[in-house]
């Protein structure tokens, strides 16, 4: 992909509000990990987990998911130019279900009341309807559902309409907290007891977030004439399946290490010309193993500095790969790679090259974001300072 | 960019297949039910999935002939609620068994995404694998989204997939807001038949007879579960319309008496009533309508002819595409 300029970017997630506030979080180690408090359940305790401060938050006429998004979104608007006919790109995995679960939970076995909200708020196409209606946009809408890789491929997908002539594309991922996803992880027993330790030797699984990131994207030349401050390029995009599991990665990352090939590919870099890798690093046995292999596979020699920042907002499953790419942009702006909060001791059979704790000060031109999901789905998104 | 119709499958009520599901079409539509009969290979793991990912994998087999390299087939799967019944499942197992007893299958084969998984674990797919949710215009975006992996050549073929599934649960909900077919007292004209089904279509990157020439989403700013207005919604049907070949057919998203009404007058005489095929009485109404209506149009079109497919969904969202035939 060529000439896909970042003009304008959104970010919400435990570490707070906005862009400027995560670099600094990151830059610090910090985690905005906490017991959960957004609601409880009975029989499972409340876990660490990446939960948005209340106070950040405008209410809106909708679910929790839109608030998160519109955040976000108002971010990476400012200063937006949406003339012409534009695309948006959304991910996430849960939409609207923490209203639809609860009001199905409260009023089950009430004739003619319980599913009302499931058909408000179930179909994940729904946060794109309600926010380009609070947004007033009029634009080509997809909702991308690939579980934990959904942003990163809403990220991908419209940064490859934007290279095929579209004039603008609004691109992100939004998803909360709720019941479903955190009695879910639970059966699975892929929750840790503490905070996660994405490539720890002691990982004991993943801590659940919450938040929202978007990016406005245009082609450079209109960037460049209408004096948009470039922050960026998405350079390149690539997916696949494993085939191989529906809920655990290929045992050697085989899937990843095709959607890594196929994000270079597409950006026409080779892999020595990264200088940063932000890992899916769930923190879960499976997931960091089959990673590591892969970035083995993928990069020669010691590779690339790599870190995961789950430790640091939790997994934020749908929107996470959007959150993480805003991530690599803030690392190459501020020249600062950021560390694997939570990770003290690394796995010695996992052999990256992790970012030391308090992370490291380094010219980073291109970097590399992962996001796999349930189904065997990968995705990875390569993010450059600048075209050249 | 356009692309070629290389397979087609489907299953939808009273329809098992293409040549059954063309029986159906033919005749008078009754109230659409649920799918009485999935075909499948008789192996037992493909039994034990649920019914939806069984929907989308026995039309996925259809639409998918033998040859086509499946390490890099794309594939594009639209469902506007995905697995419901296991959502509704994991929903009652933590309100009765409690929340620390919640079924793991239940909650991998609630997420959206999971029938696309079993797809590609079951054919063998290795390309890029993409689940989209548009309500009732999902499938229509799937196939958009397959044409763009085609375009920016990041496939040479794409299979694209819609299946969503008919439960009680959304009956009800259907009955909440007071538009089910079967609430006492809705107005027939705005009142919905859920139905469900599944369809695919394997798009290819070569030329052919049979071509999708043109697939257009647009999604308006509409209040929450309704339509898009029809002075909004009606200048974009008349020029995709206007835009197809003299004599075209179209098939019209007709999911309520309303909307059709809606429809018939912003075609006002521009298409022959004759030619306008209303096939959602015989479906439906479910987000993966739309994509049966295509398959019906493709099999329909088995002489040169050309067919504007539009899509309604609620929330605002529209699409048009054209299918066309040609001699050769």
């Given at each position: 992909?060529?000439?896909?300029?970042?003009?304008?970017?959104?970010?919400?997630?435990?570490?707070?509000?906005?862009?400027?506030?995560?670099?600094?979080?990151?830059?610090?180690?910090?985690?905005?990990?906490?017991?959960?408090?957004?609601?409880?359940?009975?029989?499972?305790?409340?876990?660490?987990?990446?939960?948005?401060?209340?106070?950040?938050?405008?209410?809106?006429?909708?679910?929790?998911c839109l608030d998160l998004a519109m955040l976000a979104a108002r971010q990476a608007l400012a200063g937006a130019d949406f003339s012409g006919s534009g695309v948006m790109a959304l991910g996430t995995t849960t939409g609207g279900i923490l209203e639809s679960e609860c009001h199905y939970l409260t009023h089950r076995g009430q004739e003619g009341a319980e599913e009302r909200e499931l058909l408000r708020h179930h179909s994940a196409g729904t946060v794109a309807d309600m926010l380009a209606a609070k947004l007033d946009l009029s634009a080509e809408r997809h909702t991308f559902?690939?579980?934990?890789?959904?942003?990163?491929?809403?990220?991908?997908?419209?940064?490859?309409?934007?290279?095929?002539?579209?004039?603008?594309?609004?691109?992100?991922?939004?998803?909360?907290?709720?019941?479903?996803?955190?009695?879910?992880?639970?059966?699975?027993?892929?929750?840790?007891?503490?905070?996660?330790?994405?490539?720890?030797?002691?990982?004991?699984?993943?801590?659940?977030?919450?938040?929202?990131?978007?990016?406005?994207?245009?082609?450079?030349?209109?960037?460049?004439?209408?004096?948009?401050?470039?922050?960026?390029?998405?350079?390149?995009?690539?997916?696949?399946?494993?085939?191989?599991?529906?809920?655990?990665?290929?045992?050697?990352?085989?899937?990843?290490?095709?959607?890594?090939?196929?994000?270079?590919?597409?950006?026409?870099?080779?892999?020595?010309?990264?200088?940063?890798?932000?890992?899916?690093?769930?923190?879960?046995?499976?997931?960091?193993?089959?990673?590591?292999?892969?970035?083995?596979?993928?990069?020669?020699?010691?590779?690339?500095?790599?870190?995961?920042?789950?430790?640091?907002?939790?997994?934020?499953?749908?929107?996470?790969?959007?959150?993480?790419?805003?991530?690599?942009?803030?690392?190459?702006?501020?020249?600062?790679?950021?560390?694997?909060?939570?990770?003290?001791?690394?796995?010695?059979?996992?052999?990256?090259?992790?970012?030391?704790?308090?992370?490291?000060?380094?010219?980073?031109?291109?970097?590399?974001?992962?996001?796999?999901?349930?189904?065997?789905?990968?995705?990875?998104?390569?993010?450059?300072?600048?075209?050249? | 960019?356009?692309?070629?119709?290389?397979?087609?499958?489907?299953?939808?009520?009273?329809?098992?297949?293409?040549?059954?599901?063309?029986?159906?079409?033919?005749?008078?539509?009754?109230?659409?039910?649920?799918?009485?009969?999935?075909?499948?290979?008789?192996?037992?793991?493909?039994?034990?999935?649920?019914?939806?990912?069984?929907?989308?994998?026995?039309?996925?087999?259809?639409?998918?002939?033998?040859?086509?390299?499946?390490?890099?087939?794309?594939?594009?799967?639209?469902?506007?609620?995905?697995?419901?019944?296991?959502?509704?499942?994991?929903?009652?197992?933590?309100?009765?068994?409690?929340?620390?007893?919640?079924?793991?299958?239940?909650?991998?084969?609630?997420?959206?995404?999971?029938?696309?998984?079993?797809?590609?674990?079951?054919?063998?797919?290795?390309?890029?694998?993409?689940?989209?949710?548009?309500?009732?215009?999902?499938?229509?975006?799937?196939?958009?989204?397959?044409?763009?992996?085609?375009?920016?050549?990041?496939?040479?073929?794409?299979?694209?997939?819609?299946?969503?599934?008919?439960?009680?649960?959304?009956?009800?909900?259907?009955?909440?807001?007071?538009?089910?077919?079967?609430?006492?007292?809705?107005?027939?004209?705005?009142?919905?038949?859920?139905?469900?089904?599944?369809?695919?279509?394997?798009?290819?990157?070569?030329?052919?007879?049979?071509?999708?020439?043109?697939?257009?989403?647009?999604?308006?700013?509409?209040?929450?579960?309704?339509?898009?207005?029809?002075?909004?919604?009606?200048?974009?049907?008349?020029?995709?319309?206007?835009?197809?070949?003299?004599?075209?057919?179209?098939?019209?998203?007709?999911?309520?008496?309303?909307?059709?009404?809606?429809?018939?007058?912003?075609?006002?005489?521009?298409?022959?009533?004759?030619?306008?095929?209303?096939?959602?009485?015989?479906?439906?109404?479910?987000?993966?309508?739309?994509?049966?209506?295509?398959?019906?149009?493709?099999?329909?079109?088995?002489?040169?002819?050309?067919?504007?497919?539009?899509?309604?969904?609620?929330?605002?969202?529209?699409?048009?595409?054209?299918?066309?035939?040609?001699?050769?």
């Amino acid at each position: 992909m060529r000439g896909v300029a970042i003009t304008g970017v959104g970010i919400v997630s435990a570490l707070g509000s906005g862009a400027r506030v995560h670099q600094e979080a990151l830059r610090a180690g910090r985690s905005g990990l906490r017991p959960l408090g957004l609601f409880s359940l009975a029989g499972l305790p409340a876990l660490p987990v990446g939960e948005v401060e209340g106070a950040s938050l405008e209410r809106e006429r909708g679910p929790r998911c839109l608030d998160l998004a519109m955040l976000a979104a108002r971010q990476a608007l400012a200063g937006a130019d949406f003339s012409g006919s534009g695309v948006m790109a959304l991910g996430t995995t849960t939409g609207g279900i923490l209203e639809s679960e609860c009001h199905y939970l409260t009023h089950r076995g009430q004739e003619g009341a319980e599913e009302r909200e499931l058909l408000r708020h179930h179909s994940a196409g729904t946060v794109a309807d309600m926010l380009a209606a609070k947004l007033d946009l009029s634009a080509e809408r997809h909702t991308f559902s690939t579980a934990c890789s959904s942003s990163a491929n809403a990220v991908g997908y419209g940064a490859a309409r934007v290279e095929q002539g579209a004039p603008w594309a609004l691109v992100g991922g939004v998803d909360s907290l709720c019941r479903l996803t955190y009695a879910g992880f639970h059966s699975l027993k892929l929750l840790a007891s503490d905070a996660c330790r994405p490539f720890g030797r002691n990982r004991q699984g993943l801590s659940l977030g919450e938040g929202a990131a978007f990016l406005f994207l245009e082609h450079e030349s209109r960037a460049r004439a209408r004096g948009a401050p470039i922050l960026g390029y998405v350079a390149g995009w690539g997916c696949s399946a494993d085939a191989w599991h529906i809920t655990a990665p290929h045992p050697e990352g085989r899937g990843a290490i095709a959607a890594m090939q196929a994000a270079l590919a597409d950006a026409g870099l080779s892999a020595e010309q990264v200088d940063y890798v932000n890992a899916h690093g769930t923190a879960t046995p499976a997931n960091d193993k089959a990673e590591a292999l892969a970035i083995n596979a993928v990069f020669a020699g010691e590779g690339p500095l790599t870190s995961s920042t789950k430790g640091s907002t939790g997994h934020t499953l749908g929107a996470a790969g959007a959150i993480e790419a805003v991530f690599c942009l803030l690392a190459m702006e501020s020249g600062h790679a950021p560390e694997s909060v939570g990770l003290v001791e690394p796995d010695p059979e996992l052999r990256v090259r992790h970012v030391p704790r308090g992370g490291v000060q380094a010219p980073l031109r291109v970097a590399l974001s992962n996001s796999f999901g349930f189904g065997g789905n990968n995705a990875a998104l390569v993010l450059t300072r600048s075209e050249s | 960019m356009s692309a070629a119709i290389l397979g087609v499958g489907v299953v939808a009520p009273g329809a098992t297949d293409g040549a059954s599901f063309l029986r159906v079409l033919s005749s008078p539509p009754g109230a659409p039910a649920r799918v009485e009969s999935i075909p499948d290979t008789g192996d037992a793991k493909t039994r034990r999935l649920p019914r939806l990912e069984r929907m989308a994998l026995a039309v996925a087999r259809q639409a998918l002939p033998q040859g086509v390299d499946r390490d890099s087939l794309a594939l594009v799967f639209g469902t506007g609620y995905g697995g419901l019944t296991a959502t509704v499942e994991f929903l009652e197992g933590m309100a009765t068994r409690g929340a620390e007893f919640g079924s793991p299958t239940a909650f991998h084969q609630s997420v959206h995404h999971s029938p696309a998984g079993q797809l590609s674990i079951a054919l063998g797919l290795r390309g890029p694998s993409l689940t989209v949710s548009a309500r009732e215009v999902s499938g229509e975006t799937a196939v958009k989204v397959a044409l763009d992996l085609l375009a920016t050549k990041r496939a040479r073929h794409a299979l694209v997939v819609a299946a969503d599934e008919r439960i009680p649960a959304l009956d009800n909900a259907y009955r909440a807001f007071g538009v089910h077919a079967e609430s006492p007292g809705a107005s027939p004209r705005v009142r919905l038949e859920p139905g469900e089904g599944a369809a695919a279509l394997l798009l290819g990157a070569e030329s052919g007879p049979l071509r999708i020439e043109e697939c257009l989403l647009i999604a308006h700013p509409t209040a929450p579960l309704h339509f898009a207005r029809p002075e909004v919604m009606a200048p974009w049907l008349r020029a995709g319309v206007a835009r197809a070949s003299a004599g075209a057919s179209v098939s019209l998203s007709a999911p309520s008496g309303e909307v059709r009404d809606a429809e018939d007058a912003a075609l006002g005489d521009a298409v022959p009533v004759g030619s306008r095929w209303v096939d959602t009485p015989h479906l439906g109404f479910h987000p993966s309508a739309g994509l049966i209506r295509l398959v019906a149009a493709v099999l329909r079109l088995a002489a040169p002819g050309e067919c504007v497919h539009h899509g309604l969904a609620l929330g605002g969202g529209q699409s048009l595409m054209r299918v066309r035939r040609v001699a050769g």
